[in-house]
């Protein structure tokens, strides 16, 4: 059985940073694409970085540019999320979500889902 697990969720400052982290079983990450995807209240779902580690392809939604950086740690078979720089329009419930593809696939059919982990970003 597949199972991702994010952790490093919860509430912080505005200008603050959070980790993220996506724990695989069952799969390993480095023959994936691995997405770390968003929702929040009354909004559509949005992709804010993916990571093709076949060959290490990395995209960033604009919003997130220059603040968040997405990284593989196959030793540990871990996807984090490193974000800097939060601001309230960061609040949103983050997934990370990975299939045997590339980012240039749509996120949306991605084989496997984490549960999510919810981020509060307040000033």
């Known amino acids: 059985e597949v199972q991702l697990v994010e952790s490093g969720g919860g509430s912080v400052r505005v200008g603050g940073s959070l980790r993220l982290s996506c724990a695989a079983s069952?799969?390993?990450?480095?023959?994936?694409?691995v997405a770390w995807v968003r929702q929040a209240p009354g909004k559509e779902r949005e992709e804010v970085a993916c990571i093709t580690n076949a060959d290490g392809t990395i995209d960033y939604a604009d919003s997130v540019k220059g603040r968040f950086t997405i990284s593989t740690d196959t030793a540990k078979n871990t996807v984090d999320l490193q974000m800097h720089r939060l601001s309230p329009e960061d609040t949103a419930v983050y997934y990370c979500?990975?299939?045997?593809?590339?980012?240039?696939?749509?996120?949306?059919?991605?084989?496997?889902w984490g549960q999510g982990t919810q981020i509060t970003v307040s000033s």
């Open positions: 069952g799969i390993a990450f480095a023959d994936y694409a």
């Open positions: 979500a990975a299939d045997v593809t590339s980012c240039l696939s749509d996120y949306e059919l991605f084989s496997y």
